[in-house]
Each structure stands twice: as C-alpha cells, then as structure tokens.
C-alpha cells in the first residue's frame, strides 16, 4: 500500500500553542498510516486538515518584512528584509520564496479532496445508544465543512503565490512537487487565469460553509467562516483590479472588486471595534471587527524582540517605524476650547508641528507608535540620542521609534510572563477600504448605483470616523489615490499590506526606491530638538513588482523567467 510519508504534524502541534477549543490544538499523525486508513479514518482526516492550516503565513515570523517597505527599518543588521532593501534578492537567493511551501500545501489540498468521499463516519452512529444521535450529526456536518476550508485553503495559498510570481501553474491533481521532474511539461496560466481560479475556489468554498454558525456550536474557533472565504475574495479582486494586475491581463473590474466587498459587509457580522488599540491586544480575537486570525498561544517573543532596550531582557532585534511612516499621521486642528474642528497632513515646516511633533496627532499613532517621551509601562521612553533606549546604545533604535501594534505591554520580560497573541489575516477596516477604494474606481466618491447602502466616501470616512480616532471626514474633493494610500497605511500599517498594495498600485519606485528617514533628537536639559536624516538608500527596480521564478524550477521546466530576472 502507498504510504502517507507527507503528513507529519508534529512540527505544527510545537509552533502553535493554543486554548483547548483551538483548532491548531493537533495530534501527531503517524506517518505510515496508509492512504486508504488515513481518509476513511474521521479523526485522521482532521488531523489532515490542521496540518493544511499550519502552512498559512505566520504573521508574527514574517513580521519584520515591513521593514522592506518604507514603514521601518529592523534593527538587526542581518534581518532578511535588507536582501529588498539593498536590491540583492533574486531567482537564486529570496529570503521570501514560498513557491515549495506553498505548492507542497496546494498538494495536501488536492490529495484532501481527491479522497473526500472515503471518509467513513458511520461508527458513529453504530456507537449511539441513546435517542441523542448529535455525535454523528455535527461529524456528518464538520466532513462537509472540511471540503468548504480545503478549497478556502487552498485559495489563500495560491494567492500567496500569485502576488509574488504573478501567473502561476493551476492544478488539481495530487503532484507531488518535491519531485521536480513532475514539473516537466506543466505550463504556467495567466494572471488573470489565476485569479479567476481563486475566485472560483472561494465560492466552492462559501457554498459550502454557512453564512450562520450559531448552531454549530461544536465548530472551533479560528477554523474559517463565510467571512474569512468572502474577505479573502475580496482583497483578490482588488489586486486584480489594480494597475499591476490590470497591466500583467486581468480582466477583474473595479464592479467586481466592489460587489465582492459589500458581499462581506452585507453578511451584518462584522463591525469596528471601539477600540483601535485591543485590536492588537491579547484578546482581539473576541473584537466584532476580527474577521480571521491566527492563534499563537501564550507567548512573549515578540515583546522580547521589540520592548525599547531600557527594559531588561528586551534584545534590540526590533521592528522599528521610520520617519517616513511616522510624518503619515494627520494632525488634529483644534479651536480655543480644544474642540476638533479639521486635521492637516503633519509638516516639518510648520514651527508648531516642528516643536512638537507627537502632539495631537490621528490617535492610531498613539496605538502603533513608541516614541521619545512617551510613556509605556510605567517608564517615560528615551529614544534621544544618549537616551536609554536610544543610540548609541548596542541595538536601539536607528529609526528614534519602537513599535507597539502586536506589543504587548503587559508582559514582564524580568519574570518571562507571557500573553495570547493572534495574527489577524483579515478585519473590517480594510473590508471598508477595498470597498471605498473598488467603488471609487467603479463609480466616483458618491455614487451607489447598485444599492449597497455606502458610497465610497462614507466608507472611507467610516474607517476614519470610528470610535477613538473620529477623524474629520473627507469631502468628496479630497478623495483620490493618495487618498487611500494614505488611509490604509495609517489604518492597516504593520499588518503586512504595505509591502504588497505599493506593488500593486505600481508605486513602488516612488516609494521604495528613495532613503528612508530617522529622527534625530537632542536632549538639552529637558529640552528636546528633532531633526530629520535620512537613515538608508533604499533600492527598487522596476522588475521588482513581481518576484523572479525559483531557479531551480526554470530549469526543470523551462519556462521564460519574469522579465527583468
């Protein structure tokens, strides 16, 4: 019999630690479990799906790869974001490739639902002896469930590779792609072939999983909902509506991208957290606004990592915001009576900005960014040069900031106390902005010509308007494609978007490709002056938009190389 050498969840039951209810909570899966054994078997079958989530992105490995963007800078000098920043990535050497990983999950996906049907749960039922047959109902329901996760798995992964390598081979069939000559003769489909697929894919998968789950009490969270499938295809067709896309052949519409969002919204399950801060925080996986997410337990790494250096046992390998990031934040204009009246883009020009430049700023600065002066844990944070946690101490800052988004502070690195962190793949927030944006491109800043109920602009200004930040709205003027670059990266800002919408608008040589900027602060007997430099050159080329097809399957395969590469 052929053995199931491919599926071996240890490594899984070790990266994710997780409450009893959490679907990451796995056993191990023998290895010599036979194929016809391991998906006729009911709980064999689900171990299969847990190891196929274990290979979505992990958020919080990956979290340094904004400083790959003009967001920030890692302050550890062998961090894999410089290979981008210095332009020495390519076909043979990418710190970022996931072509293996992710096919080698596509695999798990296609060998799942080639033998869906084996499952066997009638021992079940044969077990009831009572008049409560509930047991085998929900194991009927949740293998029907499973083929709706697998196509919604299997969707996220190709998208993982689509928006790095652009067209990408579709397959259906189980190959087994460590075997390399099993590429030979395979060709590559079209972008807008591929995100067509997805498409598909995610409305196999949201036929399948109910738009309620209330009465699937049994259904663990973490595990994928209608909403995860629907916000996955949304921010699909808003990649394949953008200028990259549109030019590599997708034929997606604005329309589209629109529908796809207001499908999410509609769904009335969602909404933004009064909160902006517990977003981020260790219970912001119960937030009406956390759509899907992953779990990581009880953990402080990422304290360990990004904590300012003038707390013990922080290491300096932080994430740290650049000014670049930092000058993106509004300032809130206020009148006599400290009532806000408007907001302006924040200016070095400006003395009063200048003297000041952390005063009332969009309060989402506040929940993202430690800075010079402010207050975290108890301690007022130095970041001036000389400062605690400032140059030139070993392993402080570059940039003059630490991050917060994700930080917990709570955690006592003295006593290694740690808290639950989850990585949020998908929120409201940027539901709100792939709206306001497809619509703006479909049909302006005020038109709803289809009856969703929101314009583009009260979309946007839903976003800017929510508790805590309450934003002074946009008027339809001022509504335009810096309107929304700007918009998702104060709102959406270290959760991994920057790196790819800059890509996708095709904006990346305006941004990518200029120095990124630090802040300089003198300390003068309490007395503190700011000055901007700029901290590094940073390099962007135009074939940089997409990444190089791995070397090693050019060659198997012989396909043309992405152009540039």
Request: aromatic share 14%; with cysteine.
């Amino acid at each position: 019999m052929k053995k199931l050498s491919y599926i071996i969840a240890a490594f899984v039951v070790g990266t994710f630690c997780a409450c009893q209810k959490d679907y990451l909570n796995v056993k191990n899966v023998d290895a010599n479990v036979p194929i016809d054994m391991l998906y006729t078997n009911y709980n064999y079958v689900q171990q299969v799906l847990w190891y196929t989530y274990g290979f979505l992105p992990d958020g919080f490995d990956k979290f340094n790869m904004e400083a790959a963007t003009d967001n920030a800078e890692a302050t550890w000098v062998g961090d894999r974001s410089q290979d981008f920043n210095y332009g020495i990535w390519n076909q043979y050497s990418n710190n970022d490739n996931l072509w293996e990983r992710n096919y080698t999950a596509i695999r798990q996906a296609n060998l799942y639902l080639k033998n869906k049907n084996m499952v066997d749960i009638s021992y079940i039922k044969d077990r009831i002896n009572s008049p409560d047959s509930t047991a085998y109902w929900n194991a009927r329901d949740n293998v029907k469930f499973m083929e709706g996760e697998m196509n919604f798995l299997k969707a996220y992964f190709y998208f993982e590779l689509v928006k790095r390598y652009g067209g990408v081979p579709i397959i259906d069939n189980a190959l087994n792609f460590s075997e390399k000559a099993s590429w030979q003769g395979i060709q590559r489909n079209s972008v807008d072939e591929c995100i067509k697929y997805i498409t598909t894919l995610c409305d196999k998968a949201a036929e399948i999983i109910p738009e309620n789950m209330a009465a699937y009490s049994w259904y663990e969270a973490g595990r994928a909902t209608r909403g995860s499938v629907l916000a996955l295809k949304s921010r699909v067709l808003l990649y394949g509506a953008s200028k990259l896309y549109k030019e590599a052949g997708s034929t997606t519409t604005w329309a589209a991208a629109a529908a796809a969002a207001n499908a999410v919204i509609k769904l009335n399950q969602y909404s933004l957290d009064g909160s902006y801060g517990n977003l981020f925080g260790s219970n912001n996986s119960a937030s009406k606004e956390a759509i899907f997410y992953r779990r990581y337990g009880s953990v402080n790494t990422l304290e360990i990592a990004n904590f300012p250096l003038q707390f013990e046992n922080a290491n300096g390998r932080s994430l740290t915001p650049s000014q670049n990031f930092v000058d993106e934040f509004e300032v809130l204009v206020k009148d006599n009576n400290g009532t806000v009246i408007g907001s302006e883009p924040f200016n070095w020009n400006n003395p009063v900005h200048a003297a000041n430049p952390y005063a009332n700023r969009d309060p989402r600065f506040d929940a993202t960014v430690i800075y010079n002066g402010k207050t975290f844990k108890s301690q007022v944070i130095q970041t001036y040069s000389g400062g605690s946690s400032g140059l030139p101490k070993q392993n402080a800052t570059k940039t003059g900031y630490y991050t917060l988004k994700y930080v917990q502070s709570g955690i006592d690195l003295i006593n290694n106390t740690k808290a639950n962190h989850q990585y949020i793949y998908f929120r409201y927030a940027e539901i709100l902005l792939n709206y306001a944006e497809a619509m703006y491109n479909a049909y302006g800043p005020d038109a709803d010509p289809q009856g969703y109920g929101m314009t583009a602009l009260q979309a946007i200004n839903a976003v800017r308007n929510r508790t805590g930040v309450k934003l002074p709205a946009l008027t339809s003027a001022q509504l335009n494609e810096n309107a929304f670059v700007h918009e998702r990266n104060v709102e959406l800002g270290f959760e991994g978007h920057r790196f790819w919408d800059v890509r996708r608008w095709k904006l990346g040589l305006t941004y990518f490709n200029k120095p990124l900027r630090r802040m300089d602060i003198t300390n003068n007997n309490g007395t503190f002056t700011y000055a901007v430099k700029n901290l590094e050159d940073r390099v962007f080329e135009e074939k940089m938009y997409w990444y190089p097809i791995p070397q090693a399957e050019i060659t198997v395969t012989g396909w043309l190389q992405n152009t540039g590469w």
